[in-house]
């Protein structure tokens, strides 16, 4: 009887942590960045209709790369414990911290269990806050642990080179236009040092706006609205299009390429 093959439980996890970043990293990055008025999310996304950014809740929002159908699920899951905890206490007791807290029991379970494969995601969890102190950001990579972001963040695709990028160029107290700008920016940089032409039929844009008067906070940026912002409508002429709000909830995520 032959003897069966071991692997130490080190090198199991680290070959899980390793096939789960190498499916992370072929995807297309997201950014996001604080501003004066809140938080801006910018993906490089061509799909109209597949999300890699939604609202989960009224001053939360959920941006994620990876494999689609896993972080959909997530997202889904996301929803409904919000809408439960909201519904059961209090909407003031739905808390970005709390989701966070959610996804990560859900993907460290998933990376531990050896019954199947780790999840390829990495998430990104925001609230906006009444001012930019209580704006909190945390990044939930593929083995559930959190990290407590501020000022800007990318994941997915090349994000060690763009976060380096943004690191020297952002600052808290910008407008929305330098964000989506230095956001597009960001995702224009190739692996080699160089960049490359990204449009605004490219880009998803959304934001968390403490500034709106309703309730959600969540909107997104389209059309000409985003065009501008970006300085490639030059003519100006033309009323923006309005922005999408988090009421598209259902159209999900962005599939990764």
């Given at each position: ?6 692997v130490?439980?080190?090198?199991a ?7 789960a ?7 297309r ?39 689609y159908?896993e972080?959909?699920n ?16 209090d909407?003031a007791?739905?808390t ?17 269990s050896a ?11 925001a609230?906006?806050?009444p001012?930019?102190e209580?704006?909190q ?5 593929h083995d ?20 380096s990028?943004?690191?020297q160029r952002?600052r808290?107290d ?15 940089r ?5 960049e490359?032409d990204?449009t605004?039929d ?8 403490r500034s ?8 997104r ?9 970006l300085?490639e ?7 923006a299009s ?10 999900g995520?962005?599939?990764?390429e």
């Amino acid at each position: 009887m032959s003897t069966p093959f071991y692997v130490s439980p080190q090198q199991a996890m680290a070959d899980r942590a390793e096939y789960a970043r190498k499916g992370i990293a072929r995807g297309r990055s997201v950014v996001v960045l604080q501003y004066t008025d809140g938080i801006v999310f910018v993906a490089e996304n061509p799909s109209r209709s597949l999300h890699k950014i939604s609202e989960i809740y009224d001053r939360i929002a959920f941006a994620a790369v990876g494999k689609y159908n896993e972080f959909e699920n997530l997202r889904i899951g996301g929803v409904r414990y919000a809408d439960l905890r909201g519904f059961t206490y209090d909407r003031a007791d739905v808390t970005g911290r709390g989701l966070a807290n959610v996804y990560a029991q859900t993907l460290g379970t998933i990376f531990s269990s050896a019954a199947e494969k780790p999840y390829e995601v990495e998430l990104i969890v925001a609230e906006v806050g009444p001012a930019p102190e209580d704006d909190q950001i945390y990044r939930l990579p593929h083995d559930g642990s959190i990290v407590d972001e501020h000022g800007s963040l990318a994941v997915g695709g090349n994000s060690d080179q763009i976060n380096s990028y943004l690191e020297q160029r952002h600052r808290d107290d910008m407008t929305l236009a330098e964000a989506v700008k230095l956001g597009k920016e960001s995702l224009a940089r190739d692996n080699n040092g160089g960049e490359r032409d990204v449009t605004a039929d490219q880009l998803e844009v959304a934001l968390l706006d403490r500034s709106r008067v309703q309730q959600r906070k969540f909107k997104r940026v389209l059309g000409s609205q985003l065009r501008r912002l970006l300085g490639e409508d030059e003519s100006g002429g033309g009323s923006a299009s309005s922005s999408g709000s988090g009421d598209e909830e259902s159209s999900g995520d962005s599939s990764e390429e």
